[in-house]
Every structure is written in structure tokens, then in C-alpha cells.
């Protein structure tokens, strides 16, 4: 499974429905490892992309996925398909992620997923690392569940209801900690703004 969470980060496939992760889930739960190695493919790279913003290093995110996935696979005969697959697997992996800095103290975080390759144009390179470092830093001046929030609407892509869902909170909520996310990176953005 970890080969497979270290692609690319892109988004699920184009023309993934919740009918054909719902039946992959099902037939993954009575055993079928291929479907669940797709729900793997699908869905890893997101898991894997909130995680990197989450923890402080690469290795730590990537064990929180798999613990993620471990969990999720041990419990898919649970999965009752009221949410989506996607929105059930971030659920899981926000309750590891909040067990593990229970466990120790938050540390920057370094995104290697965006690094550019060696070919890239050095000063356009400098550029983004600059932007990128101060996004990062922005984003880790803010409550933790503001980041998540934040994250998860904005990266991950996931509707205000699902980020509720996930994180055991109510839609009105999120919209709150999304608007102040919102207002504070704004704010911590400024100067690069044009």
C-alpha cells in the first residue's frame, strides 16, 4: 500500500461516483483486496495530502495513512454508505492524526509533495518556495481546526457538510472556522497579494 500513496497528488478520477465507491467498499469488506488496493488508488493521495499538512514529517504522514487504511479495511464491514467513502476514510484519518499529537507537540510542517522538479526555472523555483513557505506558515498560525477545515474545503475539496461530518461538528461550525481560516490567511497573505 505505501508505493501507492506516494504518486502524484491529484484528486480522485474523473467520473468516480459514490455508487462505485460504495461497491467497492462493499466488495472490499467481504475480501476483494483489488477493490480495495482502487479505494487505495482513489482516495490515498488526498488522505496523504491532508496528512503532510498535518504532522511534520513525510514518514509520519505517511504511517498515519496506513494506519488509516489498516483501520478502515479492518472496519469496512461497518461502513454503512450514509456518507460518502471519501468523507468515512478522512474521518478515520483525522481521529489518528489527533491521537498522534495528543501523543507529542506540533512541529512545522515541510511539503514535499509541491516541490518542483530539478529542471524548473531557478528563480521561479525561489519564488514558489517563498510563497509556499509563507503559506505554510500562515497556515500553521492557525487553530488546528481552522487548518483542517481549511484543508479539507479547500484542498481536498470536501463540501462544508462533509468537513462537519468528518470532524463531528455541525455545518455551521465549519462555515465559521472556514471563514476565520479564510480572513486570517488573508491577512498572513497579504504581501503576496498583487
Excluded at 483486496?33 to 487505495?40: D, G, K, N, P
Excluded at 483525522?94 to 501523543?103: G, I, N, P
Excluded at 521561479?124 to 510563497?131: C, G, H, I, K, T
Amino acid at each position: 500500500m505505501t508505493a501507492t500513496l506516494q504518486g502524484a497528488a491529484t484528486s480522485s478520477p474523473p467520473g468516480t461516483s459514490r455508487d462505485e465507491d460504495l461497491a467497492l467498499a462493499r466488495a472490499a469488506a467481504l475480501g476483494d483486496r483489488r477493490a480495495f488496493e482502487t479505494i487505495v488508488a482513489r482516495h490515498g493521495p488526498a488522505l496523504t495530502r491532508y496528512a503532510l499538512r498535518a504532522t511534520p514529517d513525510r514518514g509520519e504522514a505517511e504511517d498515519l495513512v496506513q494506519d488509516a487504511l489498516v483501520a478502515a479495511w479492518q472496519s469496512l464491514d461497518r461502513f454503512d454508505g450514509r456518507s460518502a467513502l471519501r468523507t468515512w476514510l478522512f474521518g478515520i484519518l483525522v481521529h489518528k492524526v489527533q491521537s498522534s499529537r495528543r501523543r507529542r507537540k506540533a512541529v512545522p510542517v515541510t511539503d514535499e509533495v509541491l516541490d518542483r522538479p530539478d529542471d524548473a526555472d531557478p528563480v521561479q523555483a525561489a519564488s514558489d518556495l517563498e510563497l509556499r513557505d509563507a503559506l505554510e506558515a500562515a497556515l500553521r498560525a492557525l487553530p488546528e481546526r481552522q487548518r483542517s477545515v481549511w484543508v479539507l474545503v479547500e484542498v481536498e475539496g470536501l463540501s462544508q457538510a462533509e468537513v462537519a461530518e468528518v470532524l463531528h461538528t455541525t455545518p455551521d461550525t465549519v462555515r465559521g472556522q472556514l471563514f476565520r481560516a479564510r480572513r486570517a490567511l488573508a491577512e498572513g497573505m497579504k504581501e503576496w497579494r498583487a
